[in-house]
Structures are given as C-alpha cells and as structure tokens.
C-alpha cells in the first residue's frame, strides 16, 4: 500500500511560527510566519487541494517584525495573532503581541503567488495587546478553543487575560504572576477544552503548572516534568485530565494531572530537543512530534488514549497464534512513521484542522512539508 508523496513548499526567509486555520474545517489551510532581520517580514496563507495534490499560497506583508509565534482565531477565520520581534527607539527588541486580519483575496485570484512583494497586501492591524508594564518579552498568544473574543498571553512570568471586545479592541481581563525563585519566565501555554474551557496550563522552567481562570489561581502543579526545560505540551482534547509533554531532555511525556508524579508514559524517539507535541484532534492515540534532530516522528499511543486498540486484539485471539501475535506486535505503541525531508530543526508541527489524516511541520530553514498519516494505519483505525 503506497502514501503519497510529501508536499514541499519553500518560504524565502527563515521561519518557526506555524499554525492552522482553525475556523475553517472545510479546506486544509495553514498560516506561516517568516523571521528575517534584513527584510519585510512575511505571512503564507497555504491552501491544499488533496484531490489535485496542489498547494497554493497567498502572501501578506507583516512589517511589525520578525514573527516567533502564530496563532489563529476559532471563530474568525481571517483573524490571527502574532508575537514578534520589534525594534524600538534606542536600539533594543522588544517582543510584543497583536491581532492582525487577512485581507480578502482580490476577485479571480485566491493564489496571487506570481505577484511581486511590491504588489502584495499586507496584514491589517486589529488591535495591539498593550504589555508594557508587564515586562518586554511576549512569548505565546493563544485563543480561547470555542470563542473568539477571549485570549491568552505570556509576558516574562504573567499570565494576562484579553477580551476582544466587539472584534476590535483587547482589553485585559485579569492577570496573574508566577511568583517563583529567580523569576524564570513562562516558556509555553495551551488552554485546558474541558472544564468549560476554565482552565490553562503554564510551562515555566522545568514544570507545568495549572491555572483557574476564574480566581487566576494555580491548581494543579507536575514539579519537575523534564529534566531540563519543558518547551510544550498539549492537552488531549477527547481525554480529560491527561496531556503531553516535551522538552530539552529529548523525551516525550504523557501525564494524568491527577496524579502527577510519575508519568504514564515516556517516548525517547528523538536524539536532540523537542519542541513540539500535538495530538491528533480527533484520534488521540496519533500523536506529532517535531525535533532539533531535523525529523518529524508520529507516534502512537494507543494504550492511554480514548480509543484503545485492547478490544481489537482480544477479538483476535480467537484466531490463530500467529495470527494474534502478528497484531498485538502491529497495535503495539510507539512509532509508527520518521518523516526526514527537513535538514534544519523542525520548529513546529501542526494537525490540519480540515483533515484528520494531514499535518504540516516547519523548520527554521524555510521549508514546510506537508505530510498524511500512512494509509495502514488509517485504515487500522477506521476498521
């Protein structure tokens, strides 16, 4: 059984900040943000079209600077955020956030990818989140996962709370500080989708830390989560209480918050840092991984996942010996694919929000790949 072919699209300025469109699960579309000191900087709108195997682009101009994070609205489908490099008055950078807007594609042309930069629209300024006063280091934006007027940011050590009033201003809700030794800055967040979407967690140092938005408390702590520091984690989102994370210890974690002193699982597939984890959004045993080692790695987690394999293999075990020992080796957990078409640091990694099977990954030099997860297994888990 043959998989297709990986999609390689070529950015012309380094980059490390991707995301998917949320609100749109029709079309598999993917935002990237470029990192260049010399130039303009640059967001990609790629669209793919699985049936004719094409990917288009739509590219803005994002003049703020240099772009080390994206985010996109579950909402709107033209907003999106963005943490950025920004040089100020005397000379210094300066992180800072904001919420941008895709303009519309001009008519009759969706792809306007043999126009020249002098012809390219740029992003439309939404509202800029003022942190100043918090300190001078943005480091992540993410949006609330069912409404679009709610976000999170991360400025040195605290947590701020935006309302993005009638889709035009940001205003700061509540806030909160990790008031911790040393004062090391938070280096990662996702929002908790279940307890009423209530909840997020925090990576600081080597610890992941939890947080009621409704007093901006932390609840729940997993001390020590890495041996060296944690750079991302993701919340299982059809499994509650469990979530995954990674670090510069090279490992791969899953954990029960709940009970967070040892891991329920340990993955050590990649040779160098990782940076990201993602779950599949809708088959939680398929898990993304992305590393400094340049590779890409899916991996399966079946055995602490919402959709156990354990009643396909007790079904059979009625059959023939080696029929059964064949399959329990097949539904083991562990790797199911190493994507090595990149050749510098995978930054990032993301599941299309349109197609479950199709993901996208990033590396610094330039280059996104987009891949599918192997036919095998889909249909393993279809049947």
């Not at 519309?104 to 800029?128: A, I, Q």
């Not at 329990?328 to 930054?347: L, N, P």
Request: aromatic fraction near 10%; proline fraction near 3%; glycine fraction near 4%.
């Amino acid at each position: 059984m043959e998989d297709d072919a990986p999609i390689i699209y070529g950015l012309e300025f380094q980059a490390r900040a991707l995301c998917t469109q949320v609100a749109e699960t029709e079309i598999a579309r993917f935002f990237v943000g470029t990192q260049s000191l010399k130039f303009e900087n640059q967001i990609h709108q790629l669209e793919y079209d699985e049936e004719n195997s094409i990917l288009s682009k739509r590219v803005f101009l994002h003049s703020a600077g240099e772009i080390w994070h994206i985010a996109s609205s579950p909402v709107n489908s033209d907003y999106i955020s963005t943490c950025y490099n920004h040089l100020i008055s005397d000379g210094k950078c300066e992180m800072e956030g904001a919420i941008w807007a895709i303009p519309p594609s001009k008519e009759g042309n969706d792809s306007p990818s043999d126009e020249s930069l002098t012809t390219v629209s740029s992003v439309e300024l939404v509202t800029k989140l003022e942190t100043a006063s918090y300190g001078s280091d943005v480091k992540s934006i993410v949006w609330h996962p069912v409404e679009g007027n709610q976000l999170i940011s991360l400025v040195d050590e605290h947590i701020l709370l935006w309302d993005l009033a009638n889709n035009s201003q940001a205003k700061l809700k509540a806030s909160a500080t990790a008031d911790l030794k040393g004062k090391p800055k938070f280096t990662s967040v996702q929002w908790n989708p279940h307890q009423n979407c209530s909840q997020i967690a925090t990576a600081v140092d080597t610890s992941i830390r939890g947080w009621d938005l409704r007093s901006m408390q932390q609840i729940w702590l997993i001390e020590g989560a890495h041996g060296q520091l944690v750079r991302e984690f993701d919340f299982n989102p059809n499994r509650q209480y469990y979530l995954a994370s990674c670090g510069d210890d090279c490992q791969a974690k899953f954990w029960d918050i709940r009970n967070s002193n040892i891991p329920v699982m340990i993955l050590s597939n990649h040779s160098h840092w990782i940076w990201t984890i993602r779950y599949n959004h809708f088959h939680d045993q398929l898990v993304l991984t992305s590393s400094s080692d340049s590779r890409v790695i899916l991996s399966r987690v079946a055995s602490i996942s919402s959709e156990p394999f354990g009643h396909l293999l007790e079904d059979e075990e009625t059959s023939s010996v080696d029929d059964g020992d064949q399959d329990k080796k097949v539904f083991q957990d562990g790797v199911i694919a190493t994507y090595e078409e990149h050749e510098d640091s995978v930054y990032s990694t993301e599941w299309s929000s349109a197609d479950p099977w199709l993901f996208a990954s990033l590396s610094y030099d330039g280059r996104l790949v987009i891949n599918k997860v192997p036919r095998a297994e889909k249909y393993r888990i279809l049947l």
